[in-house]
């Protein structure tokens, strides 16, 4: 399996949802990754790199929130640096910074 189409099963474990057929390139669903309402309601999409840098894109910022938009989603962009022989994989996760407030009040409402 390619990188970035294994990277996508992963986050659809991560995330309990599913890849989506052609990674979101028709009309009728979006995105590399959706869930349902019981998995948190999330649409995600995927980069990969094997190199030791990537450019962020404001389109790809862009187009997850339009993607998002009416739907309740919540969009996240997942970015993975590919392992090396001397660097394991590293993942990091974009969020909206409305969606990162909402994160904390729930985790603060349960570490009461």
């Not at 028709?26 to 309601?41: E, H, L």
């Not at 995927?46 to 339009?66: F, I, N, P, Q, Y």
């Not at 990091?92 to 603060?108: G, H, K, S």
Request: net charge positive; with cysteine; charged share 30%.
């Amino acid at each position: 399996m390619l990188p970035p189409r294994r990277q996508e099963h992963g986050l659809a474990k991560m995330l309990r949802g599913r890849t989506t057929p052609a990674s979101g390139a028709t009309p009728a669903r979006k995105g590399d990754v959706q869930t349902g309402k019981n998995a948190g309601y999330f649409m995600a999409e995927a980069k990969t790199t094997s190199k030791d840098s990537m450019t962020l894109k404001r389109e790809w910022l862009e187009k997850v929130l339009c993607d998002t938009v009416g739907d309740g989603r919540t969009p996240i962009i997942e970015i993975e640096f590919q392992a090396t022989p001397t660097r394991p994989v590293h993942r990091f996760y974009l969020v909206d910074a409305a969606d990162v407030d909402e994160f904390l009040v729930v985790l603060r409402k349960d570490a009461r």
